[in-house]
């Protein structure tokens, strides 16, 4: 099987502008989390979804939204883009939408905000 | 709650052990350990679950307790495939979703 794909994988955008990131998961999978990744913060939860519901958010500003496919391919999108959010972004996906359900990793999308 | 894990960073010759540790102050239903190698996405080690038995695979074991509400992640005669960066992620029941710690980077040398 693929494994989880996200597009792009290098973005460099400037303030104010706005970003849509793409995470395509694992065939199969129903469930798709993301993250935000920065130097000595570890992964910030984002947002997870599951059959095009979102479950669960984490503590991000409203200019970070999400939504998900039916074929379960989930997009991210940043607004009003500031310098903070700059990072790696990482989707994973699993089968369940059990926190005990094995997540797997994309490769992240790196974004730049000059 | 983020998980607090510790030490932040540690760098071991070959052979050496570590112990990396996760601690929570909210009680815990399962602790999962991730591994993610530098440029690379985070990979599942193991889940521990409440109740559960230790989990080991090979020279890399990891307990739970649950009265202190902390895992710890055992690395023994490290490799060099062992360097990364390892990432606990903590589940209260009923939460449903995993809250990862900070990471804890293990550099290992020859």
């Known amino acids: 099987k693929a494994g989880v794909t996200q597009t792009p994988r290098y973005l460099i955008k400037t303030r104010g502008q706005q970003v849509t990131l793409s995470c395509s998961p694992i065939?199969?999978?129903?469930?798709v989390s993301w993250y935000q990744q920065t130097p000595g913060q570890g992964l910030q939860f984002l947002f997870e979804y599951f059959s095009e519901t979102q479950r669960n958010k984490g503590n991000f500003p409203g200019r970070f939204s999400g939504r998900q496919f039916s074929n379960s391919r989930s997009e991210m999108n940043v607004s009003t883009l500031e310098l903070g959010d700059s990072a790696l972004y990482l989707c994973a996906s699993s089968l369940g939408q059990s926190a005990l359900d094995t997540q797997y990793f994309g490769p992240g999308t790196r974004l730049t905000v000059l | 709650q983020q998980p607090v894990q510790s030490p932040q960073a540690v760098i071991l010759r070959e052979g050496e052990d570590a112990v990396i540790n996760c601690s929570s102050s909210?009680?815990?239903?399962?602790v999962h350990w991730y591994r993610q190698k530098h440029g690379e996405a985070p990979v599942f080690l193991m889940i521990?679950?409440?109740?559960?038995e230790q989990k080991g695979h090979e020279k890399i074991s990891a307990s739970f307790n649950e009265k202190k509400q902390q895992s710890s992640l055992y690395l023994t005669a490290s490799q060099l495939s062992y360097s990364g960066t390892y990432f606990c992620g903590t589940d209260g029941q009923g939460a449903q979703k995993l809250v990862f710690g900070q990471g804890t980077r293990l550099t290992i040398n020859p």
């Open positions: 909210k009680a815990l239903y399962s």
């Open positions: 065939s199969g999978h129903r469930s």
């Open positions: 521990l679950l409440k109740g559960g």
